[in-house]
C-alpha cells in the first residue's frame, strides 16, 4: 500500500485537475471500496485531506480577491452548524449502540447518487438554461443558507458536498463570474470541511499516513490534469466520472 496510495492519489489529482469534480466524491469510493477502509475513518481522512488541498486553493484566491464574502458568510452560516452536527453524530452514535459504519457507507452512498444526477444534469443543460441564473433567485438570502445547513450536514456524514454540490447551486443562483464563483465556493468549503475534518480529528477518526501520502500524489496530479484540461475534451471525461460516482454510489447503498 505504501506505493500504492500515492500513484493512486496522481490519479485521482489528475481527474480533479482535468474536470474540477470534487475531489471528495473521487476520495470516499477509493478509500472504501479499493483499500478497504472503515467508512468512519475514509470519511476523516477525506476531509482532513480536503481541508489542507482547499485551504491552499482558498489562499490563492484570497490573494486574487476572487471571493464574495456575503456569500461565503450567508451559507457557512447554515452548513458549519450542520457540518459540525453531523460529525458529532458520527463520533456519538456508536456510544448508544449504532452501526456508525454502516451508516455512513449508505450516507455516502446517497451522496454519491446526489453529485453523479447533478453533473449529468450540468451536461444535459442548455448554454441557454446554465446562463439564465436569475430564474434562481429563489435560492438567495435565507434560502441559500437552509440549503447550506443540509449540505452541511452531507458533508459532516460523508465527507462529500463542499464542492460537488454546493457549486451548481451557487454558480446558478448568484450572478457571478466564473472566477469569482469558484473562488467563493472554494473558499466556504475550506471554512466548511476544515472545522467538519477538526471533529472527526479529535474522535480518532483521521489516519494521518493515509492523509500525506495521498497528498504527496495528489498535488502534482491537480497541476498536471489542471494543465491538460484545455486540451481534452472535458464534458466526455465528466461524463465517464459521473457514471463511475454513480455505479460506486450505487454498490455502497
Not at 474536470?19 to 478497504?36: E, N, Q, R, W
Not at 455516502?108 to 451536461?123: S, Y
Not at 498536471?224 to 484545455?230: A, D, F, Q, Y
Request: net charge positive; proline share 5%.
Amino acid at each position: 500500500m505504501a506505493h500504492t496510495v500515492p500513484i493512486a492519489g496522481f490519479v485521482l489529482g489528475l481527474c480533479v485537475g482535468l474536470t474540477s469534480m470534487g475531489g471528495a466524491a473521487l476520495m470516499a469510493p477509493f478509500l472504501i471500496l479499493v483499500l478497504g477502509v472503515r467508512p468512519v475513518t475514509a470519511v476523516g481522512t477525506d476531509l482532513a485531506y480536503g481541508a489542507i488541498t482547499k485551504l491552499i486553493g482558498a489562499a490563492v484566491h484570497w490573494h486574487e480577491d476572487t471571493i464574495d464574502f456575503d456569500v461565503v458568510k450567508r451559507l457557512a452560516v447554515g452548513s458549519v452548524p450542520g457540518g459540525v452536527l453531523a460529525a458529532l453524530a458520527v463520533r456519538f452514535l456508536p456510544l448508544r449502540g449504532y452501526p456508525i459504519d454502516t451508516i455512513l457507507r449508505q450516507a455516502i452512498g446517497i451522496v454519491l447518487l446526489l453529485v453523479a444526477t447533478v453533473v449529468f444534469g450540468q451536461l444535459a443543460m442548455s448554454d441557454r438554461v446554465r446562463n439564465r441564473r436569475h430564474r434562481a433567485r429563489w435560492l438567495q438570502g435565507g434560502r441559500i443558507t437552509a440549503f447550506g445547513a443540509l449540505a452541511g450536514v452531507a458533508v459532516g456524514l460523508s465527507s462529500i458536498g463542499s464542492g460537488s454540490l454546493i457549486a451548481p447551486v451557487l454558480m446558478f443562483a448568484y450572478p457571478l463570474a466564473p472566477s469569482r464563483a469558484v473562488g467563493t465556493d472554494l473558499f466556504h468549503a475550506a471554512i466548511l470541511v476544515t472545522a467538519t475534518a477538526a471533529v472527526h480529528a479529535a474522535s480518532g477518526s483521521v489516519d494521518w499516513t493515509l492523509v500525506s501520502a495521498l497528498l504527496v500524489g495528489s498535488l502534482p496530479g491537480v497541476v498536471i490534469g489542471s494543465w491538460l484540461s484545455p486540451r481534452l475534451p472535458i464534458p466526455v471525461l465528466r461524463f465517464g466520472l459521473a457514471s463511475v460516482l454513480l455505479t460506486s454510489g450505487l454498490k455502497l447503498i
